[in-house]
Nanobody
């Protein structure tokens, strides 16, 4: 059974930082590309950051230079370090695994107060 469990969301003031974690089980983590998506109320889910199995990263323009995605294959965990948070970063953040199939976590809420 595949599980992606996100943690680290919460309430932070604008300009602050949060670190999201996604612990994976039931997949061969090291061969999967991993991604973080987010969905704000009334908006479509969008890709925030992506990391390949070889740790090549890509970012949405809106988070470049503020967010960093990384992975620890020994811990089967992908991270999203979020700095200089803005009100518009408020959303539910979802972890995603691109393996032979696509898997989603349950999401974690990030709220940024201005």
């Amino acid at each position: 059974q595949v599980q992606l469990v996100e943690s680290g969301g919460g309430l932070v003031q604008a300009g602050g930082s949060l670190r999201l974690s996604c612990a994976a089980s039931g997949i061969i983590f090291s061969i999967c590309a991993m991604g973080w998506f987010r969905q704000a109320p009334g908006k479509q889910r969008e890709l925030v950051a992506h990391i390949t199995s070889s740790s090549t990263t890509t970012y949405a323009d809106s988070v470049k230079a503020r967010f960093t995605i990384s992975r620890d294959n020994a811990k089967n965990t992908v991270y999203l370090e979020m700095n200089s948070l803005k009100a518009e970063d408020k959303a539910v953040y979802y972890c995603n695994a691109f393996c032979t199939h696509v898997y989603w976590g349950q999401g974690t809420q990030v709220t940024v107060s201005s």
